[in-house]
């Protein structure tokens, strides 16, 4: 129900554009449940489309593919362009007669998906009812003016595995900051919770924090920076650590109780960070990462609870966000 109402009826984050750079590269996602791939063209625009041949469904891709001049379905051979217009169907019709009357290549091209691309971020609606991607993106562009988008670089995809606990709790978590004390005492040590807020703002929701006296010895060993924490409804998280860095991170619910997470850390400036400072960063995201997951998949196992059938209590200051988090849900649902 989730991934028809909350994923397939909103936009929702589907990938990263820097995994298909060039035209022809191409990939497969999930999303909403749904077999889906996204593909660059060669007029080196990002597309979208089912991730399901039309002849008898097989996926068209099945693994990233780099440079491809055309899709080629690996169980008959069926063949689409970079645009999913089908163009060849072997042998269809009998031995070397690939045709057959009245079935027309036309009618028959990967069925595509309303998409859009913020950025370094693949957006899909596929229910093709949301409103603009623009409008929908507003209540984050307004907050990130000074972000130097021009020079945003990919330094790391950070595989975070599966999660054994459901999407919401992994949302919850990253938009209060009630527990950053305590769940990441020493590698959020720069972060007290007494310089932290709260943003609730329609679709958007998440916490800041204006750090008063940021350290100066450059250690990247622990979170220190003043930063801005925001999720979009369903699933973009997005987390810009001052003035320089940035983490994007993919969740994609595999099942009720289990999510697959990736994390894309991003560096804003001219210069690109050495692989030191690439894998300290990598190290340090890991930890927290990790932090956070036995928090959520502790929280994900008491719902086995028989005392937990009211969801517990909200603070009603540190967890605003995880409030309007739950109408977003239950209004999509509704
Ligand atoms: S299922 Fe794709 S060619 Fe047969
Ligand atoms: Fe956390």
């Known amino acids: 129900m989730e991934y028809e109402r909350v994923f397939a009826r909103n936009w929702t984050f589907a990938g990263f554009a820097h995994e298909i750079p060039h ?41 990233p593919c780099r440079g491809l001049k055309s899709l ?11 645009d999913g217009n089908l163009k060849r169907t072997p042998h269809f019709g009998g031995y070397a007669k690939h045709s ?26 596929l229910a093709g009812e949301a409103p603009a991607l623009d409008k929908y993106l507003t209540p984050i562009t307004s907050r990130v003016e000074d972000l130097d988008f021009g020079n945003l ?11 054994q606990a459901n999407w919401k709790f992994l949302i919850e978590n990253f938009v209060e ?12 040590a720069g972060q007290p919770l007494a310089e932290h ?18 350290r100066e010895d450059g250690s ?21 650590y001052l003035p320089n860095q940035l983490g994007v991170h993919l969740n994609v619910p595999l099942a009720p109780d289990r999510t697959q997470q990736w994390r894309v850390i991003y560096h804003i400036g001219e210069q690109t960070p050495n692989a030191e400072y690439v894998k300290r960063l990598s190290e340090l995201w890991q930890r927290v990462h ?7 998949e502790g929280l994900q196992r008491a719902r086995a609870s028989s005392v937990l059938e009211d969801g517990g209590l909200l603070s009603p200051y540190w967890e605003t966000s995880v409030r309007q988090f739950h109408k977003l849900v239950v209004n999509a649902l509704a």
């Not at 920076?225 to 997005?238: D, E, H």
């Not at 990790?290 to 959520?296: A, C, K, L, T, Y």
Request: some cysteine; hydrophobic content about 45%.
């Open 23 to 63: 035209p022809g590269d191409a990939m497969p996602v999930q999303v909403a449940g749904q077999p889906l791939l996204l593909v660059r063209n060669t007029a080196n625009e990002i597309g979208v489309f089912h991730n399901v041949c039309r002849h008898r469904g097989h996926a068209v891709i099945t693994a």
């Open 72 to 82: 080629v379905c690996p169980y008959h051979a069926w063949t689409y362009d970079l």
């Open 100 to 125: 057959v009357d009245g079935f027309s290549l036309e009618n028959h091209g990967l069925k595509s998906v309303r998409s859009g691309v913020w950025h370094d971020w693949i957006f899909v609606d």
């Open 153 to 163: 670089k990919p330094l790391a995809k950070l595989d975070l595995g599966v999660v």
């Open 177 to 188: 900051p009630y527990h950053v004390p305590i769940v990441h005492r020493q590698s959020a």
């Open 197 to 214: 807020y709260m943003i609730v703002d329609d679709h958007c929701i998440g916490c800041g924090i204006d750090v008063a006296e940021p």
């Open 220 to 240: 990247r060993d622990v979170l220190d920076m003043s930063t801005r924490y925001f999720v979009l409804f369903p699933n973009f998280v997005f987390g810009w």
């Open 290 to 296: 990790r932090e956070d997951h036995e928090i959520v």
